[in-house]
């Protein structure tokens, strides 16, 4: 199952964009600022911004993506200002954290597993089917007339993965995403594909569960996911 959440936690809509732009910010990318000139409203986006203005902020937008180690409030250090937060843990603490920051035109995704996460012990043999969800979050420019300029996307659902442990390969797929990865002393590494979209790809691997983390951007959006799948 597919789910596609239209946040609205720390959601900036365009509206919001006249304090968060501001006068000189948003003349700049439009046609320069005159500093002398505070008094006039024309250079300022009131409501939502004009197809040229648009452009011009889109045109200039830059988008982000990274690992780090996530604070125990599930941010980053290296992240944006806070747009959107999300993790997911087991019982046990192994687990996730993703934030969607945002200064200006610019967006970053970060991602991260939370300290201590463990896939337990490492077979030498064998393989296993692992069952579990994900959750990916997304961030940047317009997207057809759907999804606003800045406005956080998050996609989850359910995933089931496939263990190799002799040799060292984890792969699977749903709907929007696929991981293929491979593991070595219990270590994630490879590729994940989200919208078709490559991903760097992380994370810890077990005999009782693979706990991943991915990131990227394409022409729109930057992005940040997690999985938690287990036997």
């Known amino acids: 199952m597919l789910a596609k ?29 005159d500093n002398s000139n505070t008094g006039q409203s024309d250079d300022v986006i009131n409501g939502t911004p004009t197809a040229e203005q648009l452009a011009a902020l889109e045109a200039n937008t830059t988008l982000s993506s990274g690992f ?13 200002a806070t747009i ?17 920051g945002q200064k200006d035109n610019a967006f970053s995704a970060r ?14 043999s064998g393989t296993a089917t692992m069952r579990g969800t994900y959750q990916v979050a997304e961030v940047g420019k317009t997207q057809g007339e759907d999804i606003e300029y800045g406005e956080p996307v998050v996609t989850s659902g359910s995933l089931m993965l ?21 593991f070595s ?19 810890k691997v077990g005999e009782d569960r693979a706990v991943g983390v991915f990131h990227g ?3 729109t ?11």
Not at 68 to 80: E, H, K, V, W
Not at 91 to 99: D, F, R, T, W
Not at 221 to 231: E, Y
């Open 5 to 33: 959440l239209f946040t609205s936690s720390f959601y900036r809509p365009l509206a919001y964009l006249k304090h968060t732009f501001g006068i000189c910010v948003v003349c700049s990318l439009l046609s320069g600022c």
């Open 68 to 80: 780090g180690i996530p604070r125990a409030d599930g941010t980053f250090s290296n992240s944006l």
């Open 84 to 100: 959107f937060k999300g993790s997911h843990k087991d019982q046990a603490g192994n687990g996730y954290a993703l934030e969607l």
């Open 111 to 124: 991602v991260g597993l939370f300290k201590g996460t463990t896939g337990g012990d490492l077979p030498t």
């Open 162 to 182: 496939r263990a190799d442990f002799e040799y060292g390969t984890l792969q699977g797929s749903d709907e929007v995403l696929t991981i293929d990865g491979t």
């Open 185 to 203: 002393d219990s270590f994630l590494h490879g590729s994940a594909y989200f919208n078709a979209h490559e991903a760097d790809l992380s994370g």
């Open 217 to 219: 951007t394409d022409d």
């Open 221 to 231: 959006s930057a992005f940040a996911g997690g999985f938690l799948v287990a036997r």
